[in-house]
């Protein structure tokens, strides 16, 4: 991550937990410094805080594949997207664990997928104006041959469809909008920029 400018500064923050559920609200009063100088008022945000994730796009540079999953999500329904999407493997980064981890646990999880070597792609945040979740994303080398069925874990209502694509494939659904989240966006269009690069790496 790049230094801050040293004229860029948060003066003063107070944080308070506004909502606890399945995830958190917290609330935000701050001051911070301006472009022409001084110091703002006092801001107040609010900020959903789900803790960090990790994503990895499996992909199999020998039959030149990646590996979607698909399944309902409760974000794209109240937005009036439709419901289910063509996603990354993705996870929680819990206390303990690294991105890693995180992203080898979840392809077994939720696409039944033993991932080989891992490339990182980027770690970005995923909504800055409020929200404080990142999300580290990965490259996966797999083999797609058994890719299929239905996966995850039951008890935490997950009813994951498992699927490879061609690249060709692939990007046709960025193109229609089916891959609709911006991790899957984000990993699948850096795979279609640097495929030469990754299949030369892993085969």
Partial sequence: MADAPPDE????VTRRVAFQGYFRIGEYRFRHSLFQGGVSGEI????????HAAAVLPYDPVLDRVVLVRQFRAGAYAAGRHPWLWETVAGII???????DVVRREAQEEAGLELGALLPVHTWLSSPGGASETTAGFCGR?????ASGVHGLPDEGEDILVRSFTLDE????LASGEVGSATGIVILQWLLLNRDFVRSSWT
Avoid: H, I, N, W
Avoid at 9 to 12: E, L, M
Avoid at 142 to 146: H, I, L, N, Q, T
């Fill in 170 to 173: 692939a990007k046709a659904l």
């Fill in 44 to 51: 107040k945000r609010e900020v959903f805080e789900r803790g």
């Fill in 142 to 146: 797999v083999d797609a041959r058994g």
């Fill in 94 to 100: 819990e206390e303990g664990e690294t991105a890693e």
């Fill in 9 to 12: 500064k948060v003066v003063s």
